[in-house]
């Protein structure tokens, strides 16, 4: 350990960010050490350094992403080359026979709760919940739809859970949810760290009161939609190759202008300041997006809206209201019927140096359920090569398995599978969450205000200024209190 942190300077009064800083020269140390050398505990690591451990394991995710270290388990981290002419071995799958083997396995079905419930989600669930039923010796799984959990108090859902005996659920990675959650075997949990077999960059760090409890199912990645019918109509074929090869400002202008039809040319500028990426933790970024919505805000370009009001877009571009809007890759919209247009979709890639949040989908174990072992037996099965392939495939999203990039060329073949890589390097279920509820939350205020003509850029920068200290302050409380209660839950079991 002292070698590596001796050889690591770090200058916080450097324009560089610290964690581009610990990257570039991570890359550097590491690139002289043999293959198969183990790094120093992140801990150890991060108190030598002096830095925050988020920030030490956010270099390290990237380092991981680029194949220059591979995470295994509780041994740790390891310096990694690859080995081109190696074939690669099969991936590992858990065996949880022996938990089952001194216990009765029960005739009733384990119980899954899921809140997606759009048209191409229920075919693809119920089409998994029926091959896991036919491979599965002894353990069958019946679907149930319940609340949607982004906008249910956790007290409800408690209660939703236990009157309905739920065994397993799908979640997002709110802290609260440690309240209802099982913490997974020591198995499966070392399966899920291993970085040759998933995209573990792309899904970590968990929040304290959910480690280790759960499954990755999918992450989301922006796309813009569009009504191809509307576009054909004023000859405009080729959106995709003019978006990656202008200022997406510019564009819009420029598209406005060939459109004169509908009342605006795109759905939520919010979408549009999520998808093209932030800067970490760095108000700052916002001012080029404040300048350019006001310099805009007579071309009617944008909807006034919210980057939830998923089902307000989708109507507005039904009805020519509107010809394109932004959102992430699970809204399909190629895949609803009776639209009345013909839609089309392209995948969008963050700005060079900036991330993009494409929040996630999980299972997790019920804290309470009496089917424990069994339930694994799932989430095993979720983790496959087929399943995995299937969640791309079917859903439109980004799956857990590092095979992920190759996957999404298959679905969209315009994108080699070498933009998937680099694009999905950008992309993040975890970090920077409060960023982005705070762009959807309390500084939309400021977007419809600037929009509107009430405000100019510099008075919503101000206000966003004040705003966000504020923000993370009331996030650390909520927090502090959940963790307060995961750990008494924790005392009492599991």
Known sequence: MEDICQAITLNPAAAEPIYQQLQNQLRRVIADLPDGTRLPAERLMAEKLGIARNTLKAALNQLVGENRIVRRGYQGSFVHR???EAAKPAATTISLRPYLA???ISRKPLRLMLFEDYPTQRIFWNRTV????????????????GP?????D???????VTREQVDMLQISRF?????VTATLSPELRHRLADSSEFMTELFSPQPQPLEGRLVPVYTNFYSCYYNRTVLTKYGIDDLAKRWYSTDHFALLRDLRREIPEGEYLIGS?????LAQGFGTDNIETLLPFWRELRATAHDRIYRPVYPQDMHQQLEATMRHKQSMFIDWSLTAMQKFSDLGFEPGSFPLQPQPGRRALGSGSYLAIVRFSPRYAEAHEFLDFMLSGETQQRICDELNVVPYSRNAARYLHRVFPDFPESWWTDTLKQYTACDNHEWSEFLSIPAADNFREIQGGHIDEMEAMRRTRAQWPLFLERKQRELEGIEAFSLYSNLLGK
Do not use: H
Not at 148 to 152: I, R
Not at 154 to 160: A, H, M, R, Y
Not at 269 to 273: A, D, E, T
């Open 82 to 84: 690859p080995k081109p």
């Open 102 to 104: 001194n216990r009765k």
């Open 130 to 145: 029926e091959l896991f039923n036919q491979s599965s010796r002894g353990v069958t799984i019946e679907r149930i739809v």
């Open 148 to 152: 949607d959990v982004a906008a249910t």
């Open 154 to 160: 956790i007290t409800e859902l408690e209660d939703f």
């Open 175 to 179: 802290p609260a949810y440690g309240r």
């Open 269 to 273: 500028i919010i979408s549009l300041v």
